[in-house]
């Protein structure tokens, strides 16, 4: 597969996911985030797939996202089924994947200037 740079300023890039942070653009997170093409949503309170509440899920749906991506941290957990019903109720596509790969994913559909909201838990 042939990766493109993305020249594009006003998107969000996903730079660095480890244990600790995360950095978006040329800002350092120490928090769970939401990371859309156009929008970075901070104050979730949110440690844990097993925390993650409708209104998490409000919020991700909030850009209208053709596909929804979960990052559930360092390792690949399914959030409860209950919650992922507003999503599909909307049509939205999600995956739910441990942190690095749903970094580089989200990246992925960005570059291909698909509308993507990716929650990533720090």
Do not use: W
């Amino acid at each position: 597969m042939k990766l493109h740079q993305n020249h594009n300023n006003d998107v969000n890039i996903i730079k660095t996911v480890n244990d600790q942070s995360i950095v978006v653009n040329e800002k350092t997170l120490q928090q769970s985030c939401i990371v859309s093409n156009n929008e970075l949503i901070l104050d979730l309170d949110l440690h844990n797939i097993s925390d993650l509440s409708a209104d998490h899920v409000d919020k991700l749906l909030l850009s209208k996202p053709e596909i929804i991506i979960f990052g559930s941290g360092t390792i690949h957990t399914f959030p409860a089924v209950e919650l992922l019903n507003p999503i599909a109720v909307q049509n939205v596509g999600f995956e739910v994947m441990n942190n690095k790969s749903a970094a580089r994913t989200y990246n992925i559909l960005v570059a291909e200037d698909r509308k993507v909201a990716c929650l990533l838990i720090v």
